[in-house]
């Protein structure tokens, strides 16, 4: 069993930067491909950005690329969201997701067996 616990969301200004925090239990998060994904009211949860397990490979919604860095510390059981050049349609409940399976395509909320409960992100124009 996986738990994951979202933190470091807030209000910022357009422009601003914001760095999500994703703190993961369990022994085998070292083996999970992570996805952070968000969800704005009225709207479907939409991917934002996945790692590969060992983090050398990443992926992004083009919405993001340029702006958003995923990251992880295996070490430290944590997978990090930088943001940068936030815009207002940036606001969103962000979610952290764990892939145990691994072959599943990493932009499907599906693939994702394990979430968190959310923080929420809300940039002011």
């Known amino acids: 069993q996986v738990q994951l616990v979202e933190s470091g969301g807030g209000l910022v200004q357009a422009g601003g930067s914001l760095r999500l925090s994703c703190a993961a239990s369990g022994r085998t998060f070292s083996r999970y491909r992570m996805g952070w994904f968000r969800q704005a009211p009225g709207k479907e949860r939409e991917f934002v950005a996945a790692?590969?397990?060992?983090?050398?490979?990443?992926y992004y919604a083009d919405f993001v690329k340029g702006r958003f860095t995923i990251s992880r510390d295996i070490a430290k059981n944590t997978v990090y969201l930088q943001m940068n050049s936030l815009k207002p349609e940036d606001t969103a409940v962000y979610y952290c997701a764990a892939d145990p399976r691994g072959h599943g395509s990493l932009w499907v909320r599906e693939s994702y067996d394990y979430w968190g409960q959310g923080t929420q992100v809300t940039v002011a124009s």
């Open positions: 790692i590969s397990w060992s983090g050398g490979n990443t």
